[in-house]
C-alpha cells in the first residue's frame, strides 16, 4: 500500500466513523414514540439545551454571551464564541439549531479522526502498528464495563472527553480541542527551525483553543514544559545538536504562538472572572472533580496496562517522541487530581500517547499473526464501554425518559415562547423546563442549569419555595413583581412542586395540553 492511499483510506475511514456516532440520533428519532419529541441529545442533555441557549444568542445576532439561566445575568461576555458563531451560522443557513450542531459534530469528529491518523505517523513508523493504535483511538475505550456490577462508573462510561469516539459522540466543541491540542503537538515536533509561517500557525490555532476549550492550553502547557525540561536537564548530553535545535524550533514557535494567541483570550477569561459578578458566581460552582483513581485505571483499561507494560520493558528512551510521550501521559495523569476546579475535564487528550505506547506494549509481547489476534482481542474489549454509553441513551428514549425526549405539547409551549414572548424576559418555570427554555428562546430563567445558574442551591430553593407556597394570591403576585417575574410556565412538572394560589391571578396566555404559560401583568 502506498503512502498515498494509506492515507486516502484513513480519510474515508475517519468519514465513516464519524459518520457512525450520527447513527444513534437518527435511530433515537425512529423509536421516539407517537406524542414524544427526540430533544437531540443522547448524552448529557443538560450541558446539551445549554449549547442550544448559547446558538440562540448568537441566531438573533448577539457576540457577546448572557447567561441565560441567570435572573441577573450582567453585562455581554466575550465567552462561548464558537457556539454563538454556529447560532449566526444557523440564521444564515436556516438550518435549525439542533441539525447544525450535529452536522457540525460530524464534522469535527472526522477532521480529529484524521488528524489523530497523521499524529500517528509521527510515532509508529510500522504501518501494521500504526493502524492498530488507529483503531483503538476510533473506536476504542476501557474496561468499564467490567465494573457496572459493581456499581462503580468507571471514567470511559461518564467523562465523555476522555475517550476520543466519545468525544466526537458527544458535542462538537470536544473533538475540534483535541484537533487543536494534537495539531499544536504536532507542530512541536515537526518544526526544524522557527519560522512566520509556523508561528503565525500556532497563534491562530492557539488563539481557537483558548476560545473553544481554554483549559487544554494549562494540558498542553504543561506537557510541553515538562518535556523541555527534561530534554534540557536530563537529556542534555546524550541529545545531538541538530536534535536539541529541532526541539528549540519547535517549541519557540509554539510558545511565541501561545503566548500571542492564547494569552490574550485565558487573560481576559482570568479577569472577567474576578470582576463580573454573575460569571464569578457560576465559576465558583463549576467544579467537575475527578472520580477516584481506580475509575481512571478501568476506564483506560487494557490501554493504559499496554501501555505501563511498554515502559516498563523499554529501559532506554532513544527518540524525543518517546520521551514526550512519557512526559505527556505522566503529567496529564497528574493533572488529573491538580487542586483545580476543572480536574476531570483535563482528560481531554490522554487516550491518544496512551494509544500509541499500549500498542508497543503489544508489539513487545507478541509477534507475526499472534500480534493480530491479540490486537482483536484487546479492540473487543474496549468497545463494550463505548456501546453501553450509546445504548443507554437509546434505551431511555425508547423509555421515555423525560430526560431525552419532551411531549410535542411541551414542545408548542416553548415554540410559543419563540413567537411571542419578549426578549430577555424573565420566567419562571421548573428546573428542567428552565434549562429548556434558552434554548428554544432568547430569555431568562430563574434557574435551569446547575452550574450555569449563578448562586444555584438558592435559586433552586427560591423557585421551590414560590411554586410550593401557601400565601395569598396578592401576596404571591408581590413576591412575582419584586423578582420582576414576566411569564410563568405551569405544567405537569412544575405541578410536582406545588399548586401555588398566585397561579390564577396571572393572565393566561396559552395553553397546549398540560402545559399553561402566564403573563404577569402586575404593576
Do not use: C
Not at 158 to 185: G, Q, R, V, W
Amino acid at each position: 500500500m502506498s503512502d498515498r492511499s494509506e492515507i486516502v483510506r484513513a480519510v474515508i475511514l475517519s468519514i465513516l466513523i464519524a459518520i457512525l456516532t450520527l447513527l444513534p440520533y437518527l435511530v433515537a428519532q425512529q423509536i421516539t414514540r407517537p406524542g414524544d419529541v427526540f430533544s437531540g441529545f443522547l448524552l448529557n442533555p443538560i450541558d446539551g439545551f445549554s449549547y442550544l441557549a448559547k446558538m440562540r444568542q448568537g441566531e438573533q445576532g448577539g457576540w457577546l454571551f448572557e447567561l441565560p439561566y441567570a435572573a441577573e445575568p450582567g453585562a455581554g461576555s466575550f465567552l462561548f464564541v464558537f457556539y454563538l458563531f454556529l447560532g449566526h451560522l444557523s440564521r444564515v443557513t436556516n438550518i435549525s439549531a439542533i441539525i447544525l450542531f450535529h452536522l457540525v459534530r460530524v464534522i469535527a469528529g472526522a477532521t480529529l479522526f484524521i488528524t489523530v491518523f497523521f499524529f500517528l505517523k509521527m510515532f509508529l513508523f510500522e504501518r501494521v502498528l500504526r493502524w492498530m493504535a488507529y483503531g483503538l483511538i476510533l473506536v476504542g475505550s476501557g474496561l468499564g464495563w467490567i465494573a457496572i456490577p459493581f456499581n462503580i462508573l468507571a471514567s470511559d462510561l461518564a467523562i465523555p472527553e476522555s475517550i476520543p469516539f466519545l468525544s466526537a459522540y458527544a458535542n462538537p466543541h470536544f473533538p475540534i480541542a483535541a484537533t487543536l491540542f494534537l495539531l499544536l503537538i504536532m507542530m512541536t515536533l515537526s518544526s526544524k527551525s522557527i519560522s512566520l509561517t509556523r508561528i503565525g500557525a500556532a497563534i491562530f490555532f492557539s488563539t481557537l483553543l483558548a476560545l473553544i476549550q481554554p483549559f487544554v492550553i494549562l494540558t498542553l502547557g504543561v506537557i510541553l514544559s515538562g518535556w523541555v525540561l527534561w530534554e534540557a536537564v536530563f537529556r542534555s548530553q546524550a541529545t545531538s545538536g541538530n536534535e536539541r535545535k529541532r526541539i528549540s524550533g519547535g517549541v519557540l514557535s509554539t510558545a511565541l504562538g501561545l503566548g500571542i494567541g492564547a494569552m490574550p483570550v485565558l487573560v481576559y477569561d482570568v479577569v472577567l472572572t474576578l470582576r463580573h459578578p454573575a460569571i464569578a458566581a457560576w465559576n465558583a460552582q463549576n467544579l467537575t472533580p475527578s472520580p477516584p483513581p481506580v475509575h481512571y485505571l478501568l476506564g483506560f483499561g487494557s490501554v493504559f496496562l499496554l501501555a505501563v507494560f511498554a515502559v516498563a520493558k523499554r529501559k532506554t528512551l532513544p527518540t524525543k517522541e518517546d520521551r514526550l510521550l512519557i512526559i505527556w501521559v505522566l503529567l496529564q495523569a497528574l493533572l488529573l487530581y491538580a487542586p483545580l476546579g476543572l480536574q476531570r475535564r483535563l482528560s481531554l487528550g490522554l487516550f491518544f500517547p496512551l494509544a500509541v505506547l499500549a500498542i508497543r506494549g503489544l508489539h513487545g509481547i507478541f509477534s507475526g499473526r499472534r500480534i493480530r489476534l491479540a490486537f482483536m482481542v484487546v479492540l473487543a474489549l474496549s468497545i463494550p464501554s463505548n456501546l453501553i454509553v450509546v445504548g443507554s441513551g437509546l434505551v431511555g428514549v425508547q423509555a421515555e425518559d423525560g430526560a431525552l425526549v419532551l411531549s410535542e405539547d411541551e414542545q408548542k409551549a416553548y415554540g410559543w415562547f419563540y413567537n411571542y414572548a419578549a426578549p430577555d424576559a424573565l420566567v419562571l418555570a421548573g428546573p428542567v423546563s428552565g434549562n429548556r427554555i434558552p434554548a428554544y428562546a432568547k430569555l431568562r430563567v430563574m434557574y435551569g442549569h446547575p452550574f450555569e445558574t449563578p448562586d444555584a442551591d438558592v435559586q433552586l430553593a427560591l423557585l421551590e419555595q414560590l411554586f410550593s407556597t401557601q400565601e395569598s394570591g396578592s401576596q404571591g403576585l408581590k413576591s412575582l413583581a419584586a423578582l420582576k417575574i414576566d411569564y410563568v410556565l405551569y405544567g405537569p412538572r412544575e405541578r410536582e412542586i406545588g399548586q401555588p394560589l398566585w397561579i390564577d391571578e396571572l393572565k393566561l396566555v396559552s395553553e397546549n395540553g398540560e402545559y399553561f404559560i402566564y403573563e404577569n401583568i402586575s404593576p
